[in-house]
């Protein structure tokens, strides 16, 4: 079987991440999201504050403040692309699979293998491009590689009451019989694909 390059795909999603922010205006920010209650300014401060985290604990910072959501100052985009393209510098350095992420987020002593802590990262931008994209009233698509492998690390992600505790990163999973791959998996991961209907 075939060893999944997580750091690839992982770029695909954050680059696919970017295009979609970089055409969002002031206004757009205030728009509703997919994720819970969250405004699109919100789920970017969302996703800044993980770009960061993920990137620190490539290098083994292990500081729990690194995880608490930041603000995105007077130019949210611009703030954005900028955690976007840290974490990508930070996951392209020689040796990063093969680290140990500490993940303050997840726990005081949690730690994972470098290749699984950047999968979680690529399903969240997988998942959260989704939500730009549904936000900003377009549509996002990946390639069929990074699909495959969404799916794969979709079905890591436990399901059950895990899913209904404050602060589980994924909803319960949503009934849904499409054929698109895409939506198959936002779904699993607890969003509605026919949103915001």
């Not at 997988?126 to 549509?139: F, I, R």
């Not at 390639?143 to 895990?162: I, K, N, W």
């Amino acid at each position: 079987m075939p060893t999944i390059d997580y750091v690839a795909l992982d770029a695909e999603a954050v680059r696919t991440s970017i295009e979609l922010v970089g055409t969002a205006t002031p206004a757009d920010l205030s728009k509703p999201t997919p994720c819970r209650a969250w405004t699109l300014y919100g789920l970017l401060a969302h996703m800044a504050t993980q770009h960061y985290g993920f990137a620190a604990a490539s290098r083994g910072e292990n500081d729990p403040e690194i995880w608490k959501v930041r603000d995105l100052g007077d130019d949210p985009v611009k703030a954005y692309v900028e955690s976007a393209e840290h974490v990508l510098d930070a996951f392209a350095q020689p040796g990063v699979v093969e680290r140990t992420f500490p993940m303050a987020e997840f726990g005081p002593d949690a730690a994972f293998p470098g290749a699984q802590a950047i999968s979680f990262h690529f399903i969240d931008y997988v998942v959260h491009s989704w939500d730009v994209a549904k936000s900003l009233g377009t549509t996002v698509s990946f390639s069929p590689e990074a699909l495959a492998a969404a799916q794969t690390v979709a079905q890591v992600v436990p399901v059950g009451d895990v899913r209904h505790a404050p602060g589980a990163p994924f909803a319960a999973d949503v009934a849904w019989s499409g054929d698109d791959a895409l939506d198959g998996i936002v779904a699993y991961l607890g969003r509605n694909p026919s949103w915001p209907n």
